[in-house]
């Protein structure tokens, strides 16, 4: 199995800037796509940024020229430097990893989630 652990959130101001991680372990073989995603009540959770494990980037036109995702290979993990928030950015950010396992399976895993709360 592959664990995924997000850090970082918490409570700031708007206009103020946040750094998310996410850390995979487990029986990691490698790892393709990585991606943030948030969710707020009431609504669907919905894709923030990605990045492959070559480097490109897409983005959430809600938070392009704010946001930058980031990744450290070596490390297994996922960034997301969150930069000129808004009060709309409040949300559970989650961690999405999907690559193969030891086992050469397939795995697409999930975090439990960090909150992230912008006040205003």
């Known amino acids: 199995q592959v664990h995924l652990v997000e850090s970082g959130g918490g409570l700031v101001q708007a206009g103020g800037s946040l750094r998310l991680s996410c850390v995979a372990s487990?029986?990691?073989?490698?790892?393709?796509?990585m991606s943030w995603y948030r969710q707020t009540p009431g609504k669907l959770r919905e894709l923030v940024a990605e990045?492959?494990?070559?480097?490109?980037?897409n983005y959430a036109d809600s938070v392009k020229g704010r946001f930058t995702i980031s990744r450290d290979n070596a490390k297994n993990t996922v960034y997301l430097e969150m930069n000129s928030l808004k009060p709309e950015d409040t949300g559970v950010y989650y961690c999405?990893?999907?690559?193969?396992?030891?086992?050469?399976?397939?795995?697409?895993?999930w975090g439990l989630g960090t909150q992230v709360t912008v006040s205003s």
């Open positions: 999405k990893a999907a690559g193969f396992g030891r086992d050469y399976r397939l795995y697409d895993s």
């Open positions: 990045i492959t494990s070559g480097g490109s980037t």
């Open positions: 487990g029986r990691v073989l490698s790892i393709n796509a």
